[in-house]
């Protein structure tokens, strides 16, 4: 929030100070700020950005197989030591740019940290890419500051604080009072009696993304969740959890189809039954995906409507005019980020509640409790009436 606000800030006094030549000298283009202002900050990368001050190249590792068809694993410290080796280039749209001097010069910009890499050697080529970047970085800060919240909790009850005693401090009654919350309201009344076997999960999942989501509000940081790769990992484990504890009834219902539904349409159910149960844990990751990178986005692109104004108008009383007005939908854009930030964590966990409880349904079981309810219904009307039949005559 404060890196949101402080780069506009930032922005609006430079903008109002800028010319249009210092712009094209600069390299200050329309083209440059929806890649680097707008995209380039939302999107993954692997370097931590600390503008306006420095940025952190992060290790670079990759798997090649050379023209031989030989397999290997190159690792650098940074984007900048991969360049210095010689075995690779810089990706400039459909060229590679190997020649020392052009990279010299993005190394020099920073360009080379939103380029991608290729290998230089001919026949050669990269296949797979297991670089650490910055929403992974992001993402282990959220793990880590889960488990030690949690350590610290374990640790406090061990020694019988919430358990002897109540608990104590705002940390532990606010967590408890969360835990409480999606073990009641969101556990049990969607997965049933066997909601116990699926709490831990369901907690780990809420206050994971919880974190994360978070963690993409603090200055200089990003979030793990509007990247579509952890958010897919998390659906993922969804379904996994879901398939593994499900019912004999799930499974004959998603090959078989209704059992009281004709053989001409359980053709037609079927696929779709399975293509359902794809989409939606599928929409689960795109979900959440979505609303974190699309809050990201419509800040970077306020930001950059500074720099677009300067550009297109130069004028530092446009610019200056811009800036206070983009300030202003910053402040509510990240306030409600806060508030998305909790909503998407909630919507997640009882979901996936929903998705494991439909697959753990005993539905022979229910049935024959219904059908029971039924007749214990029935048995007692027809020993009302057969009690209010004497008192009649």
Same mark, same amino acid.
């Given at each position: 929030?404060?890196s949101?606000?402080s780069?506009?800030?930032?922005?609006? *006094?430079?903008?109002?100070?800028?010319?249009?030549? /210092?712009?094209?000298s600069?390299?200050?283009t329309? /083209?440059?700020?929806?890649?680097?202002?707008?995209?380039g900050?939302?999107?993954?990368?692997?370097?931590?950005?600390?503008?306006?001050? @420095? *940025?952190?190249?992060?290790?670079?590792?990759?798997?090649?197989?050379?023209?031989?068809g030989?397999?290997?694993?190159?690792?650098?410290?940074?984007?900048?030591?991969?360049?210095?080796?010689?075995?690779?280039?810089?990706?400039?749209?459909?060229?590679?740019?190997?020649?020392p001097e052009?990279?010299?010069?993005?190394?020099?910009?920073? *360009?080379h940290?939103?380029?991608?890499?290729?290998?230089?050697?001919?026949?050669?080529?990269?296949?797979?890419?297991?670089?650490?970047?910055?929403?992974?970085?992001?993402?282990?800060?959220?793990?880590? +500051?889960?488990f030690?919240? @949690?350590?610290?909790?374990?640790?406090?009850y061990k020694?019988?604080?919430?358990?002897?005693e109540?608990?104590?401090?705002?940390?532990?009654?606010m967590?408890?009072?969360?835990i409480? @919350?999606?073990?009641?309201?969101?556990?049990? !009344?969607?997965i049933g009696?066997?909601?116990?076997?699926?709490v831990?999960y +369901?907690?780990?999942?809420f206050?994971?993304?919880?974190?994360?989501?978070?963690l993409?509000?603090? !200055? @200089?940081?990003?979030s793990?969740?509007?990247?579509l790769?952890?958010?897919?990992?998390?659906?993922?484990?969804?379904?996994?959890i879901?398939?593994v504890?499900?019912?004999?009834? =799930?499974?004959? =219902?998603?090959?078989?189809? !209704?059992?009281?539904?004709?053989a001409? %349409?359980r053709?037609?159910?079927?696929?779709?039954?399975?293509?359902?149960?794809?989409?939606r844990?599928?929409?689960?990751? %795109?979900?959440?995906?979505?609303?974190?990178?699309?809050?990201?986005?419509?800040?970077?692109?306020?930001?950059?409507?500074?720099?677009?104004?300067?550009?297109?108008?130069?004028s530092?009383?446009?610019?200056?005019?811009?800036?206070i %007005?983009?300030?202003?939908?910053i402040?509510?854009?990240?306030?409600?980020?806060?508030?998305?930030?909790?909503?998407?964590?909630?919507?997640?966990?009882i979901?996936?509640?929903?998705?494991?409880g439909?697959?753990?349904?005993?539905?022979?079981h229910? /049935?024959?409790?219904?059908?029971?309810? =039924?007749?214990?219904?029935d048995?007692?009307?027809?020993?009302?009436?057969?009690?209010?039949? !004497?008192?009649a005559?």
């Amino acid at each position: 929030m404060l890196s949101a606000l402080s780069l506009t800030a930032l922005s609006t *006094s430079a903008s109002a100070q800028t010319t249009d030549q /210092d712009s094209e000298s600069n390299g200050l283009t329309l /083209d440059y700020i929806v890649d680097r202002s707008v995209v380039g900050h939302a999107a993954d990368g692997f370097y931590l950005d600390f503008n306006p001050f @420095f *940025s952190v190249e992060l290790p670079r590792i990759m798997l090649t197989r050379d023209a031989e068809g030989n397999i290997g694993i190159d690792a650098f410290a940074s984007t900048k030591s991969l360049l210095d080796s010689g075995r690779y280039g810089l990706m400039d749209g459909e060229t590679l740019v190997t020649d020392p001097e052009a990279l010299a010069e993005k190394k020099a910009s920073k *360009s080379h940290l939103y380029s991608p890499v290729a290998l230089a050697e001919e026949g050669g080529h990269i296949v797979a890419d297991f670089s650490i970047t910055r929403h992974f970085m992001f993402g282990l800060a959220a793990m880590a +500051l889960v488990f030690l919240i @949690f350590v610290t909790l374990a640790n406090r009850y061990k020694r019988g604080v919430g358990r002897k005693e109540a608990p104590r401090g705002v940390l532990q009654n606010m967590m408890e009072v969360i835990i409480v @919350f999606i073990r009641d309201e969101v556990a049990k !009344p969607n997965i049933g009696a066997k909601y116990k076997k699926f709490v831990p999960y +369901l907690l780990s999942a809420f206050f994971f993304i919880l974190t994360a989501n978070i963690l993409g509000l603090v !200055p @200089f940081s990003g979030s793990a969740t509007g990247n579509l790769a952890v958010t897919g990992i998390l659906a993922l484990f969804t379904f996994v959890i879901g398939q593994v504890y499900a019912t004999a009834d =799930h499974w004959k =219902h998603i090959f078989l189809g !209704p059992p009281d539904a004709p053989a001409v %349409i359980r053709v037609i159910l079927v696929p779709i039954e399975i293509l359902g149960l794809i989409t939606r844990h599928a929409a689960l990751a %795109i979900r959440l995906f979505a609303n974190m990178m699309g809050g990201s986005l419509v800040i970077f692109s306020l930001i950059g409507i500074i720099f677009i104004i300067n550009v297109l108008f130069a004028s530092s009383a446009a610019s200056f005019g811009a800036g206070i %007005i983009s300030t202003g939908f910053i402040v509510f854009i990240l306030l409600l980020k806060l508030l998305v930030a909790f909503i998407q964590a909630y919507v997640f966990t009882i979901l996936s509640a929903l998705f494991i409880g439909m697959a753990v349904e005993e539905h022979g079981h229910h /049935d024959e409790e219904h059908a029971s309810s =039924h007749h214990d219904s029935d048995a007692s009307a027809s020993a009302q009436s057969s009690a209010a039949a !004497p008192a009649a005559g």
